[in-house]
């Protein structure tokens, strides 16, 4: 009973993270449709601070929550309990899904360095017009003082 349970439960927990992964993409595709079209990301830094916060507390949470690939200890011991378990995983297609899911949260943190190379190409641009900004004016000041 406790391996039926278990596979249940990790299939629900499964549709749950399959969801949250679905929110992840979308809200990915909305900033790298906006890059395709304007050229450019609209996103400040805090938001996607939080977004990356988002997407990890996600990873995070399905690293504690689910024990896919390690079979419970009661089937360690009992070949039927073992049939039974595996006879679940393949019919809710619990090892699938979970590569499945783990391939698209590699693409939303692909998505996400990306962002954030974007962001800091966009920050060093500002400080490097802030250095020009500043050495001209020291060579203003320099040239009235003189």
């Known amino acids: 009973m406790k391996i039926v349970m278990l596979n249940i439960a990790q299939s629900v927990a499964l549709d749950y993270y399959e969801v949250l992964t ?3 993409i979308t809200s990915s595709k909305e900033y790298i449709i906006e890059l395709e079209q304007r050229g450019k990301l609209s996103i400040s830094k805090k938001n996607l601070l939080k977004y990356i916060g988002k997407v990890l507390n ?3 949470s399905i690293v504690d929550n689910l024990y896919i690939l390690d079979d419970p200890n009661l089937v360690w011991d009992n070949e039927e309990l073992n ?6 995983k393949t019919n809710f297609d619990i090892n699938p899904r979970f590569r499945d899911l783990d391939y698209r949260l590699d693409i939303v943190e ?3 360095k990306l962002f954030t190379d974007v962001l800091n190409v966009r920050e060093s641009s500002r400080l490097e017009w802030i250095v020009i900004i500043l050495i001209f004016l020291e060579i203003m000041i320099a040239l009235l003082i003189h």
């Open 22 to 24: 679905d929110e992840l």
């Open 58 to 60: 996600v990873k995070n």
């Open 83 to 88: 049939l039974l378990n595996r006879h679940l």
């Open 110 to 112: 692909d998505n996400l």
